[in-house]
């Protein structure tokens, strides 16, 4: 049963050009997260926003910011793609922080940057 | 340098059998470890997860938790098809907002 939705499934784009991707949750959770899985399958934390607060991994380019109008609603913008951002995005949310509740995943979006 | 290993790459399992999937973090802030498994084309669901020393057994599947060296280790009996997937290890540091992620076991059970 999907309780997080996310949109697109699937994007191709060229280099340079603005994206962004919706998420939103219908389990009234307090956190939601941005993943991002490489070609390898390992999946690397970019954004968690719990209560209007915001904690960005350090390591995640400038060109990417989350936004977000409500706790059920996490957007994700990238400014200008390059190659190296081609993955599957995946949203996520939980009751309070991740280190201690399960975390429930949307199904992703895949983007491909030509 | 990955704070959480997991071993082995990929694993081949004849149905029916029990497939051992180990996890190991080099962190002893560890405090929680949670196994996720995620079918091909679909999103990581989690499956089980441990804080305390021991095991704990939900149908097929068993984990265990030995603290002391940071190891947890997924046991699935009477492995099925529909149990091929790639299963990821994750650990959570003093349960803040953050997991570190293995990079995963990929999972096949052979008819």
């Known amino acids: 049963e999907t309780a997080v939705f996310q949109t697109p499934n699937y994007h191709v784009t060229q280099v340079g050009n603005e994206v962004s991707f919706n998420c939103k949750q219908t389990?009234?959770?307090?956190?939601m997260y941005w993943y991002k899985q490489d070609s390898k399958k390992l999946l690397k934390i970019m954004f968690s926003?719990?209560?209007?607060?915001?904690?960005v991994n350090e390591t995640v380019p400038r060109r990417f910011s989350p936004q977000s109008s409500d706790k059920a609603h996490l957007n994700l913008r990238i400014k200008s793609v390059e190659p190296e951002d081609s993955a599957v995005y995946l949203c996520?949310?939980?009751?309070?922080?991740?280190?201690?509740?399960?975390?429930?995943f949307g199904s992703g979006t895949r983007l491909t940057v030509l | 340098q990955q704070k959480v290993q997991q071993s082995p790459e990929s694993l081949i399992v004849p149905e029916g059998g029990m497939a051992s999937l180990n996890c190991t973090s080099s962190d002893r802030n560890v405090d929680y470890f949670w196994w996720y498994r995620q079918h091909s084309g679909k999103s990581p669901k989690m499956l089980m997860s441990i804080f305390s020393n021991g095991e704990k057994e939900e149908g097929r599947f068993t984990v265990h938790l030995n603290k002391a060296s940071l190891h947890t280790s997924l046991h699935i009996r009477d492995s099925q098809p529909s149990d091929s997937a790639l299963y990821l290890c994750a650990a959570s540091i003093d349960s803040n907002y953050q997991l570190i992620w293995g990079s995963g076991t990929k999972l096949i059970i052979k008819p």
């Open positions: 996520a949310s939980s009751w309070g922080l991740a280190g201690a509740e399960t975390l429930y």
């Open positions: 926003y719990n209560n209007k607060q915001l904690i």
């Open positions: 389990l009234g959770h307090d956190t």
